[in-house]
């Protein structure tokens, strides 16, 4: 598994354990690499991928009230930064179905020692590792094989009105995608979005 950026874990530095569960903590508070136990034979394998009561044990006690599911074509393919605003704030616990993806969230906290500050962990289908983003954080995610699939949790419906985003390559962020600017695969809506000396106070 690769370590996220900006953090001092390593394999053998696993925070907790709960169940069929194991997680590790970045140097920013709050977000949180959970790898689940797989179990295999001849036939293939068996994980589980969410528990209500180990995800509370490892320090995630969010209740996830809506599903997503996304398929990007090309490797390349950025989709970020989003957040949504209170009172629709979501935590979201992001895994890979299939392919790879590089996962980042900024810290978007004011009062937090880490404001402008990042976490990133390499995802795939292979590692099953998850990352939990916690209210507060922008996130994002860049593809690294062809036909990538991203399925993540959220604690709160889309809201439209509440929907709002940060620009990718911000310079001053320092974001570390393994992708040329000029080379990345984006929306409209994402080419667009304000820098972070730009954003208004999004969260406390």
């Known amino acids: 598994m690769q370590n996220g950026v900006g953090s001092p874990i390593s394999n053998?530095?696993?925070?907790?354990?709960?169940?069929?569960?194991l997680s590790w903590r970045?140097?920013?508070?709050?977000?949180?690499?959970?790898?689940?136990?797989?179990f295999g034979d001849h036939r293939g394998f068996f994980l589980e991928t969410y528990s209500a009561r180990d995800f509370a044990?490892?320090?995630?006690?969010?209740?996830f009230v809506q599903d997503n599911h996304s398929l990007?074509?090309?490797?390349?393919t950025v989709r970020g930064m989003h957040f949504q605003l209170p009172p629709?704030?979501?935590?979201?616990?992001?895994?890979?179905?299939?392919?790879?993806?590089?996962?980042?969230?900024?810290?978007?906290?004011r009062s937090s020692?880490?404001?402008?500050?990042?976490?990133?962990?390499?995802l795939s289908a292979e590692n099953a590792v998850q990352l939990?983003?916690?209210?507060?954080?922008?996130?994002?995610?860049?593809?690294?094989?062809?036909?990538?699939e991203v399925a993540y949790k959220v604690t709160n419906l889309y809201a439209p009105e509440c929907d709002r985003g940060l620009a990718w390559d911000d310079p001053a962020l320092g974001l570390p995608w393994p992708i040329a600017p000029a080379a990345a695969q984006l929306s409209d809506k994402d080419r667009r979005q304000p820098l972070l000396s730009d954003l208004p106070p999004c969260f406390d």
């Open 12 to 21: 053998d530095a696993v925070s907790a354990a709960s169940g069929n569960f």
């Open 26 to 38: 970045f140097g920013i508070q709050g977000p949180v690499l959970i790898q689940p136990k797989r």
């Open 57 to 63: 044990a490892l320090g995630v006690p969010d209740v």
């Open 72 to 76: 990007s074509a090309s490797v390349g």
């Open 88 to 109: 629709f704030a979501q935590a979201k616990l992001v895994r890979v179905l299939r392919g790879r993806i590089l996962d980042i969230a900024v810290d978007l906290r």
């Open 113 to 122: 020692p880490t404001y402008g500050q990042h976490v990133a962990a390499e």
């Open 132 to 148: 939990y983003v916690p209210v507060g954080f922008a996130h994002g995610f860049c593809t690294q094989e062809p036909v990538t």
